[in-house]
């Protein structure tokens, strides 16, 4: 008779539970305690994770994933102790709708506004280093060959101004037009001229320069006056001698010297001096 009058309880308890839970007085817990099931045995079956089941037993949907995810794990729970889950799923909606018609002066809107700002901040952030390191970049890329560009300058502006010096001074200058009259009568340029003034006219050497990046070349052709070029990438002279070419080359791995057809090769590194001597 004990026993019977045990389950009689067990089974008055349940019902009362069940009209407290249509009253919408509702204790999920105690109705789950009473059938006996715990948390773990609902989450073996269905994969619901206990933190959710909690938060379901204890009315704190807040604590629940979306709302078509939250109802779908509602469902689950209310139908593993037994009870009618549209009475769970009814507070949930009227759980949405007061959070829904929160006014719009609670609500927080300076989180996103911090967020657009330090955004901002990183994106300038970031470009202002892009440009640092493009312009470092390319101050360590042409400041070698921009160096020794200017070391060749200042070395071989030298010589020049030493050769240029004599015809400019008033006190030689005189002197050496006196003195070439008296050696012109002899005549000795006419027999030497005739065989060679078609050959330096015309040029016994031939030499092509052509550049494939920014080249600084002095060129002394039959010992005249050096001439100095500065070539651009794709850019090409010809020069013709009839004696000899004397080569300063600033950039000798950006340069491609044909010298009587024949390519001379690489030179040197690039932005390396090399001084040449054709033929």
């Given at each position: 008779m004990s026993g019977m009058e045990k389950t009689d309880d067990s089974v008055q308890s349940a019902d009362r539970l069940n009209e407290t839970v249509k009253d919408g007085k509702q204790d999920l817990k105690s109705i789950r305690e009473a059938r006996g099931i715990t948390l773990h045995d609902i989450f073996r079956v269905s994969r619901v994770s206990v933190v959710n089941l909690e938060a379901i037993e204890k009315a704190n949907y807040h604590l629940l994933p979306t709302p078509f995810i939250a109802k779908s794990f509602i469902k689950i729970y209310a139908k593993a102790i037994g009870v009618d889950a549209?009475?769970?799923?009814?507070?949930?909606?009227?759980?949405?709708?007061t959070r829904d018609n929160i006014p719009v002066e609670e609500k927080i809107e300076e989180p996103p506004k911090d967020r657009r700002k330090q955004t901002k901040i990183i994106v300038l952030s970031l470009l202002a280093i892009a440009v640092v390191c493009i312009f470092v970049y390319l101050i360590y890329s042409f400041y070698p060959m921009l160096n020794e560009w200017s070391s060749m300058r200042s070395v071989n502006t030298s010589p020049q101004l030493?050769?240029?010096?004599?015809?400019?001074?008033?006190?030689?200058?005189?002197?050496?037009?006196?003195?070439?009259?008296?050696?012109?009568?002899?005549?000795?340029?006419?027999?030497?001229?005739?065989?060679?003034?078609?050959?330096?006219?015309?040029?016994?050497?031939?030499?092509?320069?052509?550049?494939?990046?920014?080249?600084?070349?002095?060129?002394?052709?039959?010992?005249?006056?050096?001439?100095?070029?500065?070539?651009?990438?794709?850019?090409?002279?010809?020069?013709?001698?009839?004696?000899?070419?004397?080569?300063?080359?600033?950039?000798?791995?950006?340069?491609?010297?044909?010298?009587?057809?024949?390519?001379?090769?690489?030179?040197?590194?690039?932005?390396?001096?090399?001084?040449?001597?054709?033929?």
């Open positions: 549209d009475t769970i799923i009814h507070q949930y909606d009227t759980f949405l709708k030493s050769e240029a010096v004599p015809p400019a001074n008033p006190q030689n200058a005189p002197a050496e037009k006196v003195a070439t009259p008296p050696a012109q009568p002899a005549q000795p340029v006419p027999s030497l001229t005739t065989p060679q003034l078609p050959v330096a006219s015309t040029g016994s050497y031939q030499l092509i320069i052509e550049a494939t990046g920014f080249s600084w070349i002095k060129i002394v052709e039959d010992r005249k006056l050096p001439v100095e070029i500065l070539l651009r990438p794709g850019e090409k002279i010809e020069r013709t001698a009839s004696e000899s070419f004397e080569l300063d080359i600033g950039n000798a791995g950006g340069t491609n010297i044909t010298f009587q057809g024949k390519p001379l090769g690489i030179l040197g590194k690039p932005g390396q001096v090399v001084h040449l001597k054709l033929p």
